[in-house]
């Protein structure tokens, strides 16, 4: 990864597009069928998902395989959580993103002194271990069975309230998200990803940077993971699986992974691609292969800042 290929991330250019999506957000419940309220739900929670994951990856220039790990970990709790406590619901929405990140702290204290493939494979080794832990548990985690008919309050049962009780979430986290990489703390992250030997001999300790911010990725993708615990109402081990770790990694690499928006944007191409494609073919995870390697080889930087660069030479 090199600053040649980097686009600025802090470029206010960025949030022109902000105003027409959160118009566009608030009203197409209004206006769509309510399976695409549901698919757009989806769409904020896997949004947030792979913004946390960009941390990592576009902002740290870290690449994790094991994120998947923290997401499981995340849905997992606010289930345990609402099964088997008399907590209130919003307690479990927020004891998830926390557990999470003490998992992402433990597990990032051994995963952060290593460096490119081996820090790849190590976030990987720890994931399979979550995930085999969740899937082996049968009478804590239900094991294969997973855990299901989990009650949300009467208030979210309305599709279109939990549209905007998630979206409300997406918003708060996406502004501090943004608040995190204008600042100092942001800027030292790139800083690492262009150079991490140099800012090293600047006395900057790149090892506690690396596992803040590993920590901070990890209470992000906790929360998203129990969003997705409450819009589906349940859950299963494979939250916690490669697979599912995969997602938000395509996404960033479909939408950018040198700009803030850059998740969001492949969030949606992905999840509104797979919804089409799923109901018209069962061979979709061909079709959805080969859409990917043709957006990766022909809009290199990603969808979004392709978008970018069109509009602003039409403009010029």
């Given amino acids: 990864m090199t600053s040649k290929t980097f ?34 739900i989806q769409i904020w929670i ?39 406590t008399s907590l209130p619901f919003f307690v ?4 998830s993103p926390f557990m999470a990140a003490l998992f992402g702290f433990v597990i990032g204290w051994f995963c952060v002194r290593l460096t490119d493939i081996y820090f790849a494979m190590l976030t990987l080794a720890f994931g399979e271990m979550v995930f085999a832990i969740i899937f082996k548990w049968y009478s804590f985690t239900g094991g294969d069975d997973g855990l299901v008919q989990i009650p949300i309050p009467e208030l979210f049962a309305s599709m279109n309230n939990y549209y905007y009780f998630v979206l409300a ?39 506690r940077y690396k596992l803040i911010v590993f920590t901070i990725a990890a209470f992000f993708s906790g929360l998203s993971g129990a969003l997705f615990c409450c819009f589906n109402h349940n859950v299963f081990p ?9 997602e938000p990694l395509l996404m960033c690499v479909i939408g950018g992974i040198y700009n803030f928006l850059g998740p969001l944007f492949g969030a949606i191409i992905f999840t509104v691609l797979e919804k089409i494609i799923v109901t018209r073919t069962e061979y979709w995870p061909f079709f959805m292969g080969a859409i990917i390697i043709v957006i990766v080889i022909y809009f290199r930087g990603g969808t979004f ?7 602003q030479q039409k403009d010029h």
């Avoid at 479990?92 to 004891?95: D, P």
């Avoid at 494979?238 to 995969?246: H, P, Q």
């Avoid at 800042?305 to 509009?311: A, H, R, S, V």
């Fill in 238 to 246: 494979g939250y916690a699986g490669w697979a599912m770790g995969a």
């Fill in 46 to 84: 896997m949004a947030l998902f792979a913004s946390s994951l960009n941390l990592l990856l576009g902002y740290t220039g870290l690449i994790p395989f094991g994120q998947a790990a923290f997401f499981g970990v995340g849905a997992y709790t606010c289930a345990l959580i609402i099964l088997k």
């Fill in 169 to 207: 979430i997406f918003l708060g986290c996406l502004y501090m998200l943004r608040l995190l990489v204008h600042a100092p703390f942001g800027k030292t992250l790139q800083a690492i990803r262009e150079n991490p030997e140099r800012v090293e001999f600047l006395g900057v300790n790149v090892k």
């Fill in 305 to 311: 800042p392709f978008i970018q660069k069109t509009l």
């Fill in 7 to 40: 686009i600025p991330v802090n470029s206010r250019k960025n949030w022109i597009w902000g105003g027409p999506i959160l118009a566009g957000a608030l009203i197409l419940p209004f206006m769509i069928p309510l399976d695409w309220v549901h698919i757009l």
């Fill in 92 to 95: 479990a929405i927020l004891a």
